[in-house]
């Protein structure tokens, strides 16, 4: 790869973008794949994060009867009482954010 001339001329949209210029097929063909690779990354990733989304809005919504006599206040005499199954805070997802950012950087360090 070379660096792009001072005018840009002849260059393609990417190689614009990024500033060099792949001179043999098989660098282009390189680029290509990795291109490709990181595209299907990125699709699976994203489909592993919306699972996950829907499993944890999912799991917040899960009960498990106590078997307290008592049961909540204002609950009926003798009727089961419900509770959250797994209650998380209103900042989770940002303490998820928070974590993904410092493990990119951490593995971009290495």
């Not at 005499?77 to 928070?98: H, N, Q, R, T, W």
């Amino acid at each position: 790869a070379t660096p792009p001339a001072e005018d840009g001329g002849g260059l393609g949209a990417q190689e614009r973008k990024s500033g060099w210029t792949l001179k043999t097929p098989d660098a282009r063909q390189s680029m290509h794949d990795l291109e490709a690779s990181l595209s299907r990354a990125n699709s699976r990733a994203e489909v592993y994060r919306r699972e996950l989304s829907s499993y944890m809005d999912e799991l917040q919504t899960r009960t498990f009867v106590t078997g307290d006599e008592d049961g909540p206040q204002g609950s009926v005499e003798g009727a089961p009482s419900y509770e959250l199954l797994v209650a998380l805070p209103d900042d989770f997802e940002d303490v998820v954010d928070l974590n993904a950012h410092h493990v990119v950087n951490t593995r971009g360090k290495q």
